[in-house]
């Protein structure tokens, strides 16, 4: 499939999901949360992290974050949350905007947070300065940057894939996920001199549960070759499901 037809492919199924998610109730995306909570804070990986990566949610259509954010704060893990700057990067070469994870400093600096415009409360350009950066294009010492144990995603749609196994997702068209795992991959590559092109970090999605695409419903998420494949999904009715390639668990 070429790139104008994958783009067209992606575009559809996220009109079809839009319209599917905005029909949820706000009683069963906050059920379903928790039940994803409830989940994650007993799965492993997670408890074991010291640095978590965790967007935060807008006000409906998926798994809200507050209270994982919470929890990883109240339990002493450093948390790290999405920030979109310019890439400073000439028209051409590159995106216009770039997402970086910055750490919160703790649950009064969470709080503080003010919303943007589609509801997500955002970090602040005034701070950055004061926070921890786990990789990217801001201003600082390297030498301080901080690797991530997971990183917990959003998304759209996943299904898993039938010929591997492994859970596919799609983004929101933005490509800022996968343009920051990319530089992760290699910013960690040449820190530790490893010849995986995959980040070393686990990477779960959260997600509600009709965003799980069946595989009798004659849906499938198109992926193309910069689409990062994921370690695993942790449902909004409390499974987890792991990718069969994945051997980072």
Request: hydrophobic content about 35%; overall charge negative.
């Amino acid at each position: 499939m070429n790139t104008s037809a994958l783009r067209a492919v992606k575009t559809h199924l996220r009109s079809l999901m839009k319209e599917r998610l905005s029909k949820l109730s706000s009683e069963s995306i906050i059920s379903q949360s928790h039940a994803a909570f409830d989940a994650l804070s007993g799965f492993k990986p997670y408890k074991d992290a010291k640095t978590i990566g965790v967007y935060l949610s807008m006000p409906g259509c998926e798994i809200q974050t507050d209270p994982i954010v919470r929890h990883a704060l109240s339990s002493g893990k450093q948390v790290f949350v999405p920030y979109l700057h310019k890439s400073g990067l000439p028209p051409g070469e590159g995106p216009v905007r770039l997402m970086d994870m910055v750490s919160l400093k703790g649950i009064e600096d969470y709080e503080s947070l003010q919303r943007d415009k589609w509801g997500i409360p955002s970090v602040d350009s005034a701070t950055v300065h004061e926070r921890q950066r786990s990789i990217g294009e801001l201003d600082g010492e390297h030498s301080a940057d901080v690797s991530l144990d997971i990183i917990l995603l959003p998304g759209v749609a996943f299904d898993v894939d039938p010929e591997n196994g492994g859970i596919r997702r799609l983004g929101h068209g933005k490509g800022f996920y996968d343009y920051f795992l990319h530089r992760y991959a290699l910013a960690t590559r040449t820190e530790k001199g490893l010849s995986n092109s995959n980040p070393s970090v686990l990477l779960y999605a959260l997600a509600l549960k009709e965003q799980l695409l069946s595989p009798t419903s004659g849906e499938a998420v198109p992926v193309g070759v910069h689409d990062q494949s994921l370690d695993g999904i942790i449902l909004g009715d409390g499974q987890i499901k792991q990718s069969a390639g994945s051997t980072r668990d």
